[in-house]
């Protein structure tokens, strides 16, 4: 693994970190750690947390307590829009484009942040040469095509915003065996551009076999961490996320 | 409204320009609903005391300025420009401390909870003009000149040409804001998911009191216009402007910008044909809109130009 020869230098931290919706706690003193260069994995099943995670990465729901770390920064006192102008995106679960508005204008949206029109264009090609299959649909109506469409034009939106730390949210949910193995093939190149990745997923089998590390959360606690080989050996593991 | 043609063809022409005139200050004020309710799903019932405090404040700064009769020339041009502006930044600013004050703290709250907050808002800004300049109309200086192209036994009168020609150009300029524009994209994207929206970096709060200004403004300018045509101020001369205006933007599909623009010239136009062809046409050609809103409510929700794409796949 690449992260193992390079000095592992902090990308993400959340530290101690209690969620709530009103009185229920979901996320329960949640440490978690992302180190630069890695692909990284949070596991669990339906309602663990692990949606709420990144939503309180990224502002969206404010944790009662502890903190969220970027590259040594407090981002979890920071608004939405703030945060994500550090270099951290998120690719939502359910993908969430903007489904009146054309793959153009979706992935223009994704660089809202920047005003130079001609590094946008730039990015969007560089988008389109990931996924030939957006080019194709470039003036198309968002909400008109397929999930596996929708999923590779929210990866791209994301990637408009040139973040050092990518997470993704399911990125997998609803798509065939053929375009889940597509859309981890596509992350191995994002990383490879020196990206950052933080992977939320149910599909535990693709994720262990993609990632450095991973994380098992469990009602909101993280019961488990290690090595993603490890992680795949591991008879907890086994047992509930891969089947046996 | 007046009509001063003698022929049958004539009438109906001339009821046709009245209507388009009108149908031009319903579809300005209809912008703003639509553009609020698309923006933050809430019918901002003050809207109509809004735009009727354009009204108000121009009415009260020219008769400050002594203005009572008609004026002309490059004067009859900077007054026109500047009530419009006036009334622009009165409506446009008021529409936005309403929606800091009263809306934005209810934004997680129940639908039922913002949509009261509006009715109050409503009261309040009706009391305050009645306290203010009295409960009896008041009328308005009209000063632009009568006279207008004649075409025949027609007279289209030039503040009808005026209005529709302003309302054209600023319906222009709002769809390429909203088209082409950084704050346009902002503003279509909160609308169709704001959590989306904020992961993209646009700030929500910022995009929606842009949403609140650009519909004041228009609402302002409406206000304007609307009292040179019927130069009659009342408090609640939006109360009823309002709801009219509010149908127009239902009637082409609620948060639909070229349908509350469609709309409103079509509900004016129904309004003046009804005024002028049914027997006490004036009673009921606001019966005559509401029961047009009934029937859009049950044979086509979405309105005329609803959105047909999908929200959520």
């Known amino acids: ?244 | 409204m007046i009509v001063l043609a003698s022929t049958s063809s004539g009438i109906f022409i001339q009821t046709m320009v009245n209507g388009i005139t009108l149908g031009a200050v319903y579809a300005l004020v209809a912008l703003g609903y639509t553009i609020v309710y698309g923006i933050v799903e809430l019918i901002n019932f003050a809207h109509g005391d809004v735009f009727m405090w354009s009204t108000a404040i121009t009415l009260v700064v020219l008769n400050s300025m002594h203005v009572s009769t008609a004026v002309y020339g490059f004067t009859l041009i900077g007054l026109l420009l500047l009530m419009i502006v006036i009334g622009a930044v009165v409506s446009g600013t008021l529409n936005v401390v309403i929606e800091r004050l009263a809306y934005r703290p209810l934004r997680k709250a129940p639908r039922l909870a913002p949509l009261i907050a509006a009715i109050g808002v409503s009261f309040i800004l009706e009391n305050i003009a009645e306290l203010w300049l009295g409960a009896s109309g008041i009328s308005y200086p009209d000063f632009f000149p009568n006279g207008g192209i004649v075409l025949g036994d027609v007279t289209i009168q030039y503040i009808d040409v005026v209005v529709v020609v302003l309302t054209v150009g600023l319906m222009y300029g709002l769809n390429m804001l909203v088209r082409s524009t950084k704050m346009g994209k902002a503003m279509r994207a909160t609308a169709q998911d704001p959590e989306a929206a904020a992961l993209m970096g646009v700030d929500i709060n910022q995009t929606i009191s842009f949403a609140f200004l650009v519909g004041g403004v228009l609402a302002g300018v409406a206000g304007v216009f609307y009292s040179l045509v019927i130069p009659v101020y009342a408090y609640n001369v939006g109360f009823e402007l309002g709801l009219i205006a509010f149908t127009a933007a239902v009637l082409g599909g609620i948060g639909n910008i070229t349908g509350a623009m469609a709309g409103g010239f079509l509900i004016g136009v129904i309004k003046a044909l009804a005024t002028n062809y049914l027997p006490n046409g004036s009673d009921l050609s606001d019966a005559v809109v509401f029961a047009i809103l009934v029937l859009v409510l049950a044979l086509r929700p979405s309105g005329l130009l609803g959105q047909q794409v999908p929200d959520k796949v």
């Open chain 1, 1 to 244: 693994m690449d992260g193992k020869l390079k000095a592992l230098k902090s990308m993400l931290e959340l530290q101690n970190i209690n969620t709530f919706y009103g009185p229920s706690h979901v996320l329960q003193d949640m440490t978690v750690k992302v180190n630069q260069g890695e692909i990284v994995c949070l596991l669990g099943a339906n309602a663990a947390g692990k949606t709420t995670t990144m939503k309180t990465i990224f502002g969206l729901v404010k944790p009662k307590d502890g903190k969220v770390m970027f590259k040594g920064e407090r981002i979890d006192t920071l608004k939405t829009d703030q945060i994500i102008k550090k270099g951290i995106i998120l690719s939502p679960e359910g993908r969430r484009v903007f489904s009146r508005m054309t793959v153009r204008e979706n992935l223009e949206m994704g660089a809202f942040m920047f005003t130079n029109t001609t590094q946008v264009a730039e990015d969007i090609d560089k988008v389109y040469a990931l996924f030939p299959r957006l080019k194709e649909r470039d003036k198309q109506i968002s909400g008109t095509m397929s999930g596996g469409e929708q999923q590779m034009l929210a990866i791209g939106r994301a990637l408009m915003a040139r973040p050092q730390l990518l997470c993704l949210d399911e990125p997998s949910l609803g798509l065939s065996p053929i375009l889940v193995q597509t859309v981890f093939d596509t992350i191995h190149k994002i990383r490879q551009d020196g990206v950052t990745i933080f992977l939320v997923e149910q599909n535990a089998f693709m994720a262990l076999s993609n990632a450095d590390r991973g994380y098992v959360l469990q009602s909101g606690k993280i019961i488990m961490e290690d090595t993603a080989q490890n992680l795949l050996k591991n008879d907890t593991v086994r047992a509930a996320y891969l089947g046996g």
